[in-house]
């Protein structure tokens, strides 16, 4: 009798060994499961199917164990499902993204087309922009003197931002994702005036000039007929301006001056029209936007810059359009950097009274919509790099007495020798197949037409017109298309 009790009391203490050891298996397989790719380590796999483990765990421990076991089980589940402070486990996911990036290039340098030659640039670099969120364009009207053509859908200016898959976001259902900022906070508002108004901080009013202190987002709204917006970061941060609404002249230097920076991004801000302007002759700070660092325009809004003094937008290091409709009249060079000039995208209008664009440095276009009038001397150009010019996308049309010839071309390019002078203000109309793929009108006199596009492909039949003047057919073929009229 005694024995058939010791070996009931021996089966009893087995069952609730393995009661309390089920409870510690679903604890520790929340513990070492791995979350899978593209999902943050705030997820927790187990979730939903760990509490339904637990529960079976603990209804199989309730038929064979004590009271004892069961709370033990109960506190292995609840484990199970919260992360560590307690908190209900989570699904976030991540997304990643591309970031535009600029290499200029070096060491080549381009020739200067105004007649005939027998090659094309003497040399070819692989400078360039990488990759850019701004999508591709037909060409567009800027500036109010050129028609678009080239496509049969009607295009809109203003460039639109799309969103790409495969690989750059984190898997997981559209509700998971964290949802975006509604409403931007700005390091300060100001408003323009005889007397400005500043909101924020880093921003102080000296007259009626508004200097930037330290880095941030400093966004500006209103009108000033003398006025200046100066930037110097004495710890040369990051600054970005943005534009919304922005009348601004300056008759004592630079509308915007950017002294000292790390960088400085002017945005414009979607829907917004802005004009900048200068007067007073000054050699040393010579555009109505200068800058001693590295500039970068953006923004889906339109920026008119209109100057008197001698180049609209001047940098001592490298100009970026990255998109925005900009819209340039110069008494100068319409863009003139120390470094580089890259485009990639938006659409963007210069009538230079020198130079078109003039880089000391290296010409980059890998997007939007380019046209580029300058060069009325006869020793000027429309595009003048001294450096590589190099071109990966987009379209650009350009009208002066020279022009640069590429350095390296992801497509055949063409430059027509109109074989004389032709007088500013007439028409030129750009044809690929018998149908019309640009027109615009040059400010200046000119003699060469330069274009580029991703339509022209080995085998296409151009024709120019420059006025009631009709030249082509023209067979292109692979590289540079110099053709002489």
Known sequence: ????????????????????????????????????????????????????????????????????????????????????????????????????????????????????????????????????????????????????????????????????????????????????????????????????????????????????????????????????????????????????GVDLTCTYGPAIYVDEAKKCTIKVKEGSVNNLADVTKSKVNDGVIFSNDTLRIKGNGTLNINAGNAHGITSDDDVIFDNSICNIKAAKSGICANDDITINGGTLTVNGSTNGLKSKGSINVNGGTSYICGGKKDEKSSIYAAGPFNYTDGYLFAAGNQVSALSKSAKPYIITDLGGTVSGGTAVKLSLNGKEAASFTPSNDFRCVLMLSPELAEGTKFTINAGSDRKGDFTVESGKNLFSL
């Open 1 to 244: 009798m005694d024995h058939r009790k010791i070996l009931a009391a021996a089966a009893a203490f087995t069952l609730m060994a393995t009661a309390f050891s089920c409870g510690r298996d679903v604890e520790d397989s929340s513990s070492t499961s791995t979350a899978p790719a593209g999902v943050s380590d705030a997820f927790s796999p187990v979730g939903e199917d760990s509490s339904q483990a637990a529960q079976s765990a603990s209804e199989a421990s309730t038929q064979k164990s004590s009271s004892a076991s069961k709370e033990k089980t109960s506190e292995a589940s609840s484990q199970a499902a919260t992360n560590a402070d307690g908190t209900p486990a989570q699904k976030t996911t991540t997304a990643g993204g591309n970031t535009p990036s600029s290499n200029g290039g070096g060491g080549s340098s381009s020739d200067q087309t105004g007649q005939q030659d027998d090659n094309g640039s003497g040399g070819s670099s692989d400078g360039g922009s990488g990759s850019s969120d701004t999508p591709q364009q037909t060409p567009a009207s800027g500036g109010g003197n050129s028609t678009p053509s080239g496509s049969d859908k009607k295009n809109d200016p203003t460039p639109q931002k799309t969103t790409t898959a495969g690989g750059n976001s984190g898997s997981g259902s559209a509700q998971n994702q964290e949802p975006e900022e509604e409403e931007k906070s700005y390091t300060a508002e100001i408003k323009l005036g005889s007397k400005p108004s500043i909101s924020g901080e880093n921003a102080v009013v000296d007259g009626s000039t508004v200097k930037i202190t330290s880095g941030g987002d400093y966004i500006f709204t209103g009108k000033v007929s003398d006025g200046q917006i100066y930037v110097s970061t004495a710890s040369e941060e990051k600054v970005t301006i943005i534009l919304n």
